[in-house]
Nanobody, 116 residues
Framework: QVQLVESGGGLVQAGGSLRLSCAASGMTFSINTIGWYRQVPGKQRELVAGISRDGSTNYADSVKGRFTISRDNAKNTVHLQMNSLKPEDTAVYYC??????????WGQGTQVTVSS
């Protein structure tokens, strides 16, 4: 089992920045990819950014150039630095971890609200 705990959400004005963190515990050695998804009411959860064990990253087109994902394997933590935030970035952000055996784990989510 892997447990994920997010932190760092909040309210920010458009153009501002926030940094989300996700701390993993449990069987962290089994984690292959870890990343962030977001969801707004009435819409499907969508991938924001992900990072693999080897450090390769991928981003949603809507956040490229504004968001940066990083991973600290020693501390079992992943961060999402969000800059130039827009009102459309408002959502609940979920940390997600995928293991080498293709099991998925989710955090409880953290609210990000960007005011115009």
């Amino acid at each position: 089992q892997v447990q994920l705990v997010e932190s760092g959400g909040g309210l920010v004005q458009a153009g501002g920045s926030l940094r989300l963190s996700c701390a993993a515990s449990g069987m962290t050695f089994s984690i292959n990819t870890i990343g962030w998804y977001r969801q707004v009411p009435g819409k499907q959860r969508e991938l924001v950014a992900g990072i693999s064990r080897d450090g390769s990253t991928n981003y949603a087109d809507s956040v490229k150039g504004r968001f940066t994902i990083s991973r600290d394997n020693a501390k079992n933590t992943v961060h999402l630095q969000m800059n130039s935030l827009k009102p459309e970035d408002t959502a609940v952000y979920y940390c997600n971890a995928g293991t080498l055996r293709n099991k998925l784990y989710w955090g409880q989510g953290t609210q990000v609200t960007v005011s115009s």
